[in-house]
């Protein structure tokens, strides 16, 4: 393969690593507009890492490459597979070479010591796409087109993997059109290089894309921003097809031109972030607990909640204030799971709550030891789950919460999604690196305390003995 210099420069960022011999991104997204020859650093990156770069401990490896639609991944594998039969050398360590439809991918010989070789499999995107697989490397062409329904089904298959790497390429997406949460999300992890050092990004725009006061200032029909944002331009692409394609475009201000040829993708305003639930977020600082509040009064509801995957939990409590709110607040949030009995046992011993809740299902690998200290609690169904939601939403919007203005619950409920459950809705976790267990975890606080003063005082103490 012959790489331009800005495809070479891309593939020397992606395989960086760093002191401890790790990739040094763990995530990299590509910017960068179409018929630029993205898809030949694609090509190199499988390669390179089906022929290149096995697992240091020569563990079976599994690279996927996914695309949005079919016919990409066909030709993302086709090209692969035409490489691959014109080196002799490549084409002797293959075992195997699938064409099925719906089964593409290229299985290697077994290195010395694997008992199965190392393999490449292509899959299109679906909610359910991934699954089964244990994935080292994940590529996701098209990323534009990604929901986060699709990531969620394939970003577990890196669970236990160590020194994984995710790498997005993709164009800008259309507000309305584009399910782009997840490559939205990446973008702007890539652009903060101090808060996300092992996010990488690579964008070909014009200067001051990024900022949405200037980027409506760029102007498109000059050469120099057409070269910026067109690494291959003078290769790949003559500046005479890009002004066609400007006195083409019958869009307003000629903002089609701006997305697909110039990658003009600036950030949200702050009033316009996304927000995926009906919580009003501009309210925070109005339903802060006073100062001289700094506690709870002892009485109210406990509760944890496990994040996916088990790696973290979070234990929460919320009780009726003076002012005739009721006061929500985390106590506890740490990684792993196995601490959870304990703290409950420490937070109840303290706090002498009338309410134990939790969810069962979600606590289910530290139940059996829940269990064993003998604290009581009731176990909510998917109905009082969807209710406790729903409850909570309306009282926070009725100014009938208050916080005590914690950082890790305020940027809980910012990054949290919803997703529907029986009889309504519930908290949903959209990004796998931003944990909701704070938001879901104080919102069935809020409902304990409800159910438990709503309760006649015969039953109170039934409820609470409920498992």
């Known amino acids: 393969m012959n790489l331009l210099q800005w495809q070479r420069g891309v593939m020397d960022e992606l395989f960086a690593y760093d002191a401890s011999g790790a990739w040094a991104a763990t995530e990299f997204g590509a910017l960068v507009a179409r018929q630029n020859g993205k898809g030949e650093i694609l090509l190199g990156y499988d390669l390179a890492h089906l022929f290149m770069f096995p697992r240091a401990n020569g563990a079976h490896k599994t690279i996927l490459h996914t695309s949005h639609e079919t016919k990409t991944n066909d030709e993302a594998f086709q090209k692969l597979e035409a490489v691959i039969r014109s080196v002799p050398q490549l084409e002797a360590r293959v075992a195997h070479i699938y064409t099925a439809n719906g089964q593409e991918g290229v299985t290697l010989k077994p290195r010395k010591g694997q008992k199965r070789g190392d393999r490449i499999r292509f899959v299109a995107r679906s909610k359910n796409s991934g ?11 098209e990323a534009q087109e990604f929901s986060r329904q699709a990531y969620k089904a394939i970003s577990y298959t890196q669970t236990t993997i160590k020194n994984r790497q995710e790498l997005f390429a993709g164009t800008v997406p259309e507000d309305g059109v584009n399910d782009s949460e997840v490559f939205e999300g990446l973008r702007d992890r890539g652009r903060d290089t101090e808060a996300f050092p092992r996010t ?25 921003v057409w070269l910026e944002s067109n690494p291959s331009a003078g290769y790949l692409i003559e500046l005479e097809t890009i002004a066609q394609q400007l006195e083409r475009d019958k869009s307003p201000n ?23 639930h009906d919580m009003d977020m501009s ?6 607990v006073s100062k001289d509040a700094e506690v709870l009064p002892a009485g109210g509801a406990l509760t944890v909640y496990l994040g996916r995957g088990g790696g973290f939990a979070t234990v929460s409590y ?26 409950l046992q420490e937070m109840a011993d303290e706090l002498r709550p009338s309410i134990v809740v939790l969810d069962a299902k979600n606590c289910a690998p530290v139940l059996t030891d829940i269990d064993a200290i003998n604290l009581p609690y009731m176990s909510l169904n998917a109905s009082e789950i969807a209710g406790a939601f729903g409850l909570f ?25 919803t997703r529907p459950l029986v009889g309504g809705t519930t908290w949903d976790q959209v990004d796998p690196l931003e944990p909701i267990t704070q938001a879901q975890s104080v919102t069935f606080a809020f409902w304990a305390v409800k159910k438990f003063e709503s309760a006649p005082p015969k039953t109170q103490a039934v409820v609470t003995g409920i498992r």
């Open 254 to 276: 000629a903002e089609d031109f701006g997305m697909e040829r110039l990658s003009i993708w600036p950030a949200r305003r702050p009033e316009a972030e996304v927000v995926l």
């Open 318 to 343: 919320a009780a009726r204030i003076s002012d005739g709110r009721i006061g929500v607040k985390t106590l506890y949030t740490a990684p792993q799971t196995l601490w959870v009995p304990s703290k």
């Open 131 to 141: 699954r089964g697989f244990t994935a080292s490397n994940v590529i996701y062409d």
């Open 200 to 224: 990488g990004w690579a964008e070909w725009s014009p200067t001051g894309a990024e900022d949405p006061d200037l980027a409506e200032s760029i102007d498109k029909s000059d050469e120099s």
């Open 393 to 417: 939403v309306e009282s926070w919007n009725s100014g009938l919460v208050a916080h005590f203005d914690q950082e890790d619950l305020r940027e809980s409920f910012k990054n949290a999604g």
């Open 283 to 288: 309210r925070w600082g109005d339903f802060v």
